[in-house]
T-cell receptor, first 115, second 115 residues
């Protein structure tokens, strides 16, 4: 009963390096999301996807790219990491229906530090 | 765009007492959902309670209840008989009833439970 799994759990990068964060869900959810959490600011939406092969920008998309080649996976990429991207990253997923009060299911987060 | 405001960065409560966390939101939509999430030091995002905007009755989940005032755009969380395990960061979140249904979060309230 894995739910939403994020890898890695923590990572340290140097400025300018690239990396990809992986989110995998086993609940057959259509919607997937990437958030970042910074002190005093709550969670903010980076990108999201409403289905396989589709992605859209959220509130803070600059410096990030995403891909959803498979329904169960949602990848978040940093092409050239910057210190401002030091944060905790959360992936979430949820069902789709015409009307839904189903909550989003969250992964355990990835702590990313950019030196 | 919707905004969510939590005006209490920190709160404390004596064990077994009752505490209320405040949340206000701004939206032009009439149909939406509201959530309270708990984030303990483990960093997990745990759903505490949810409220549908079209329901006048306030949601309750065991020791947790909300006071939903739609006209005032207020959504407070009451924790009764506080326990040490309730100590965590609490986030209020808004979600549209339609569209991609991403969550908009407040900045959080850090709750300390005193023994």
């Amino acid at each position: 009963n894995a739910g939403v799994t994020q890898t890695p759990k923590f990572r340290v990068l140097k400025t300018g390096q690239s990396m990809t964060l992986l989110c995998a869900q086993d609940m057959n959810h259509e919607y997937m999301y990437w958030y970042r959490q910074d002190p005093g600011m709550g969670l903010r939406l980076i990108h999201y996807s409403v289905g396989e092969g589709t992605t859209a920008k959220g509130e803070v998309p600059d410096g990030y790219n995403v891909s959803r080649l498979k329904k169960q996976n949602f990848l978040l990429g940093l092409e050239s990491a910057a210190p401002s991207q030091t944060s905790v990253y959360f992936c979430a997923s949820s069902y789709h229906s015409v009307r839904s009060n189903q909550p989003q299911h969250f992964g355990d987060g990835t702590r990313l530090s950019i030196l | 765009a919707q905004t969510v405001t939590q005006s209490q960065p920190e709160m404390s409560v004596q064990e077994a007492e009752t505490v209320t966390l405040s949340c206000t939101y701004d939206t032009s939509e009439s149909d939406y959902y509201l959530f309270w999430y708990k984030q303990p030091p483990s960093r997990q995002m745990i759903l505490v309670i949810r409220q549908e905007a079209y329901k006048q009755q306030n949601a309750t989940e065991n020791r947790f209840s909300v006071n939903f005032q739609k006209a005032a755009k207020s959504f407070s969380l009451k924790i009764s008989d506080s326990q040490l395990g309730d100590a965590a960061m609490y986030f209020c979140a808004y979600r549209s009833a339609f569209g991609a249904r991403q969550l908009t979060f407040g900045s959080g309230t850090q709750l300390t439970v005193l023994p």
